[in-house]
């Protein structure tokens, strides 16, 4: 029990240090693709302690809400860290308090009060970007609950443990509907954490965002917050992309040292592989007018939707 509770923090340690220089890696791979220089893939690390420094300022039309969203926001990706395979796969302490469906709820409720907080603010851009943000995870709702439902009805399982073990242990679950299906989360989770064709993380202009137009209202310690909050966000969708749908290879098979130091250099191999995809998709791929996001999601719908009915067909 103890190993397990240490493996734990492990995992939730792993995922709150390295989830910054993957957002670093992005952009500097993006840069190099670009022709720019970029910046140095620890920028985001400058950036959060420089954050952290400052004075906290807040609206004076904020609630108490505003004061708490921070910190939820932040703590929200941990808590799922804890639901999902990150470097060990045998399930470890928390692992079997949520399903899927449940992680999905956990998840999901740090973009819920980030909208909160931004329309508690009063600013406009607030209320401009959490309205779109609604939308985009609206439509990709039905994804997510297909894409459960096909997981599930293929492994016997809905907890992501069980998933991982089911998917990989028979070579008959290799099979395209796996692959469509986890083509369709793909295509969700651009959508989740706001990333192209949806959102473009580094624009400046307000009517274009999304996901920072809602923390406009915010600065210093609580921005910090904010960012790396979506920082891990983007890192443990990745994971359950990778570990669970993608490639599980790597994972600690027992809880020790040398065990976990092979799971920490295969996950960081693997978001770097994550990392040089996006960075194509992102790269190719300009961003889409808000009214033609159905179309993208309703995409991913179809291909999460496919998967399953292919499964079914052949079984």
Same mark, same amino acid.
């Given at each position: 029990?103890?190993?397990?509770?240490?493996?734990?923090?492990?995992?939730?340690?792993?995922?709150?240090?390295?989830?910054?220089?993957?957002?670093?890696?992005i952009e500097n791979l993006k840069a190099k693709v670009q022709s720019r220089r970029g910046s140095s893939p620890l920028q985001p690390y400058y950036d959060l302690y420089k954050?952290?420094?400052?004075?906290?300022?807040?609206?004076?039309?904020?609630?108490?809400?505003?004061?708490?969203?921070?910190?939820?926001?932040?703590?929200?990706p941990i808590a799922f860290a804890m639901l999902i395979p990150v470097l060990s796969a045998a399930p470890l302490s928390w692992a079997f308090m949520a399903d899927m469906v449940?992680?999905?709820?956990?998840?999901?409720?740090?973009?819920?009060?980030?909208?909160?907080?931004?329309?508690?603010?009063?600013?406009?851009?607030?209320?401009l970007g959490s309205s779109r943000s609604r939308f985009v995870s609206s439509l990709a709702e039905p994804t997510f609950i297909v894409v459960f439902f096909a997981v599930g009805?293929?492994?016997?399982?809905?907890?992501?443990?069980?998933? !991982?073990?089911?998917? $990989?242990?028979?070579?008959?679950?290799?099979?395209?509907?796996?692959? =469509?299906? +986890? &083509?369709?989360? %793909?295509?969700?989770?651009?959508?989740?954490?706001?990333?192209?064709?949806?959102?473009?993380?580094?624009?400046?202009?307000?009517?274009?965002?999304?996901?920072?137009?809602?923390?406009?209202?915010?600065?210093?310690?609580?921005?910090?917050?904010?960012?790396?909050?979506?920082?891990?966000?983007?890192?443990?969708?990745?994971?359950?992309?990778?570990?669970?749908?993608?490639?599980?290879?790597?994972?600690?098979?027992?809880? !020790?040292?040398?065990? $976990?130091?092979?799971?920490?250099?295969?996950?960081?191999?693997?978001? =770097?592989? +994550? &990392?040089?995809? %996006?960075?194509?998709?992102?790269?190719?791929?300009?961003?889409?007018?808000?009214?033609?996001?159905?179309?993208?999601?309703?995409?991913?719908?179809?291909?999460?939707?496919?998967?399953?009915?292919?499964?079914?067909?052949?079984?």
């Amino acid at each position: 029990m103890l190993a397990a509770a240490v493996g734990q923090l492990i995992a939730v340690a792993v995922v709150i240090a390295l989830s910054p220089l993957l957002r670093g890696v992005i952009e500097n791979l993006k840069a190099k693709v670009q022709s720019r220089r970029g910046s140095s893939p620890l920028q985001p690390y400058y950036d959060l302690y420089k954050l952290l420094g400052k004075q906290r300022s807040r609206t004076p039309h904020g609630s108490a809400l505003s004061v708490a969203a921070p910190y939820i926001v932040f703590a929200t990706p941990i808590a799922f860290a804890m639901l999902i395979p990150v470097l060990s796969a045998a399930p470890l302490s928390w692992a079997f308090m949520a399903d899927m469906v449940g992680s999905g709820f956990v998840i999901g409720i740090g973009g819920f009060f980030t909208n909160l907080a931004a329309m508690d603010s009063g600013s406009p851009y607030g209320g401009l970007g959490s309205s779109r943000s609604r939308f985009v995870s609206s439509l990709a709702e039905p994804t997510f609950i297909v894409v459960f439902f096909a997981v599930g009805f293929i492994s016997g399982g809905t907890v992501p443990f069980v998933v !991982n073990d089911a998917l $990989f242990t028979s070579s008959s679950h290799i099979v395209p509907s796996h692959a =469509l299906i +986890a &083509a369709a989360f %793909l295509m969700v989770i651009l959508a989740e954490a706001g990333r192209l064709p949806i959102d473009n993380p580094n624009s400046s202009q307000e009517l274009s965002m999304i996901e920072s137009s809602r923390l406009y209202e915010f600065s210093g310690p609580d921005l910090a917050l904010f960012e790396w909050g979506g920082f891990m966000k983007l890192f443990v969708l990745l994971i359950v992309w990778l570990n669970v749908l993608v490639f599980p290879l790597g994972l600690a098979g027992a809880i !020790n040292v040398p065990a $976990f130091a092979v799971a920490v250099a295969s996950l960081a191999g693997k978001m =770097l592989v +994550a &990392a040089i995809l %996006l960075v194509g998709i992102e790269s190719a791929l300009a961003k889409i007018r808000i009214m033609r996001v159905p179309e993208y999601l309703g995409g991913s719908f179809v291909l999460a939707f496919l998967g399953l009915a292919l499964y079914t067909v052949g079984h």
